[in-house]
């Protein structure tokens, strides 16, 4: 499953070139940038790590393309976006975030929910790798363990 996220997430994987495109554009513009690391990608984590501090008054590209690379290195199984934010309007705002890195297999994940006293929600990375073919067995099993865990999760009121 391929992970879409960002501006150009249906795009195919950029190459160096294109993101130092992409970031040179955010330094013509004078915006700062930030570097942003995760394992967990689902769409509704928006708070990944930060990979060190944004870059407020950064004009060097090579700075940049070093910060991204140092960042790959430490982290070659997770992904890694870039966001780029136009402070002229007294207040940050994303005006570009796209992923620069990802796993080589990428996990799916699934989305698990219970209705009740207390609605809750979880997600996790799927059990199976994506592309993997299973059995009907498999999957009830998954299923049922999904099912004990979200009923044990909502009658302890325990969230993740």
Known sequence: MRITQGTF??????TDEEIKREV???????????IEHTDDP???NAYWEMWGLPMFDASDLDLAMHEIDE??????DGYIKVNGFDRTKG???T????????????PGFYLERAEGKIAASSTRFAPKPSGRVSTDREDR???EIAAR???????YGSRR
């Open 141 to 143: 099993l998954i299923a």
């Open 42 to 44: 689902h769409p509704r």
């Open 71 to 76: 960042c790959r290195k430490a982290f070659p």
């Open 149 to 155: 865990e979200c009923h044990a999760k909502t009658r």
């Open 95 to 106: 005006m570009l975030s796209f992923i620069v890195h990802r796993p080589k297999e990428e």
């Open 24 to 34: 040179r554009y955010c330094l013509d513009n004078g915006w700062a940038f930030s």
């Open 91 to 93: 207040r940050q705002t």
């Open 9 to 14: 997430s249906y795009l195919p994987d950029f």
